[in-house]
């Protein structure tokens, strides 16, 4: 979604009209989690450093897919965020064991498997999902039949 | 002696077509695209969540959105960072 990310947050975000969530899918090996757990961490200083760390893995994912402890940990240093801090939460179990409760209820309760897909959710509850990178229009389309 | 001035008989195309080069460079200068504008189909220009002035919070669950909290629509992002 990367190129319709920008243009969404860019348009019905930044409008007020849409909320973008994050949740992180762990089917790719021992970095799926690792990646997770550096973002995660990240926004437990400032849930604003999550996004500056998930747009950073984003710009990165070719390193990502091979990168060990310390890039997570000069990512976070790059970032400015608190090193220690950053540390002690990658290296925790607490992290851990959030991000496997979130894998477990994207498998099970909400059933999602392909990589990535989307639920819009309107303000009654309404949901419509879409599979696969979508160019900003076919999202907008969905958000504005949405609005109230 | 052979001296450098230009020989009027050969060099007079050159100095005479440099003033339509000159013009012509100057059209396409014109017509070169400049900023983009927005596309026709009216979304707005791309920007890093960085670039905008964006609330940002913690769901209940521990995800993180960005966005007002009460806006009427979520958008759910399911993916990898690989």
């Known amino acids: 979604m990367q190129g319709a990310e920008k243009e969404i947050l860019a348009g019905p975000v930044a409008a007020g009209d849409l909320r973008l969530v994050f949740w992180p899918m762990l089917d790719l090996g021992p970095n799926s989690t690792n990646a997770a757990t550096a973002a995660f961490c990240a926004g437990e200083q400032d849930p604003a450093a999550f996004?500056?760390?998930?747009?950073?893995?984003?710009?990165?994912?070719?390193?990502?897919?091979?990168?060990?402890?310390?890039?997570f940990l000069a990512t976070a240093t790059d970032l400015g965020l608190d090193s220690e801090a950053f540390a002690t939460c990658?290296?925790?179990?607490?992290?851990?064991?959030?991000?496997?409760s979130l894998d477990q209820t994207r498998r099970t309760e909400r059933q999602v498997s392909v990589r990535p897909t989307f639920d819009i959710t309107g303000p009654s509850g309404e949901s419509e999902r879409i599979f696969g990178s979508q160019p900003f229009t076919a999202f907008d389309a969905l958000i504005q039949t949405m609005l109230p | 002696m052979k001296d450098n001035l230009p020989n009027s008989r050969h060099d007079a195309p050159f100095y005479l077509l440099l003033p339509v080069l000159l013009v012509l460079l100057g059209l396409l200068a014109a017509c070169a695209p400049g900023e983009p504008a927005n596309s026709t189909s009216g979304a707005p220009a791309p920007a890093e969540t960085g670039e905008l002035d964006l609330n940002t919070g913690r769901n209940p669950d521990g995800t993180?959105?960005?966005?007002?909290?009460?806006?009427?629509?979520?958008?759910?992002?399911?993916?990898?960072?690989?």
């Open chain 2, 64 to 82: 993180f959105f960005i966005g007002d909290a009460d806006a009427p629509v979520t958008l759910t992002d399911y993916s990898d960072f690989l």
């Open chain 1, 90 to 100: 990658y290296d925790s179990e607490e992290m851990h064991t959030l991000l496997e």
């Open chain 1, 51 to 71: 996004w500056r760390y998930h747009d950073t893995l984003y710009d990165n994912q070719r390193r990502v897919y091979l990168a060990d402890r310390d890039y």
